[in-house]
């Protein structure tokens, strides 16, 4: 009855090479966020979507980049992924902006 | 500006004792408070939030958090520790009418056999 679902768990790819993260979310929530989390660290907003309007955070790089096709779905694209994008990145949702946020188990990316 | 300090970068204690984890916060008005769960390769979990009204609040898990305006404070608390409760754990402030959480830099709990 996972209500955050993040694909996949792992996933590694290599140096420059274009990779995309997937969430879903059973919740019918209207808010969708993306978190980068490095080792040992707290999580960095990197970005959330506001049913279809996108909210990028001043300091998210532009190598980061989302896509929310419709409510339930919401893809995380890393461009020309470098040594230092290596991290768990987390989605969130919310019903609104100001409702509590619920976590997917995050994806774990490695940089070959 | 707007921040979360959590002292404690590590807290060790023995399974069955009582857990106090510290959360200041730096903020003009009133905060809506968070404490979320993360275990090792997981998200976060969220165990309770202040928004107003009784400053004990009761969450999940047997944890519960209290709110001092005068101290600028959000323990967490809980009378008896399980193995089970090793993770990081986060507190977390949202400024009203905001979107963004503004985390502090976690706990770290291990629990001694």
């Known amino acids: 009855d996972a209500m955050v679902i993040q694909n996949p768990r792992y996933q590694v790819t290599q140096f420059g090479k274009p990779v995309t993260l997937s969430c879903s979310q059973t919740?019918?929530?209207?808010?969708m966020y993306w978190y980068q989390q490095k080792s040992s660290q707290a999580p960095k907003l990197l970005f959330h979507?506001?049913?279809?309007?996108?909210?990028n955070e001043a300091d998210t790089p532009d190598n980061f980049q989302s896509r929310r096709p419709n409510t339930s779905f919401c893809f995380l694209d890393i461009r020309s992924p470098g040594l230092g994008d290596a991290a768990m990145y987390l989605c969130?949702?919310?019903?609104?902006?100001?409702?509590?946020?619920?976590f997917g188990d995050g994806t774990r990316l490695s940089i070959l | 500006a707007q921040s979360v300090t959590q002292p404690d970068i590590h807290i060790t204690v023995s399974e069955g004792a009582s857990l106090e984890l510290r959360c200041n916060y730096s903020?003009?008005?009133?905060?809506?408070l968070f404490w979320y769960v993360q275990s090792p390769g997981q998200g976060l979990q969220l165990l309770l939030k202040y928004f107003s009204g009784d400053t004990l609040v009761q969450g999940i898990k047997g944890f519960e958090a209290e709110f001092k305006r005068s101290q600028s404070s959000f323990n967490l608390r809980k009378p008896s520790v399980h193995w089970s409760d090793a993770a990081e754990y986060f507190c977390a402030l949202r400024m009203d009418s905001s979107y963004k959480l503004i985390f502090g830099s976690g706990t770290r709990l291990l629990v001694r056999p």
């Open positions: 903020y003009g008005a009133t905060p809506y």
């Open positions: 979507y506001y049913d279809k309007d996108f909210n």
């Open positions: 919740l019918n929530h209207n808010v």
């Open positions: 969130a949702t919310s019903r609104d902006n100001n409702k509590p946020q619920h």
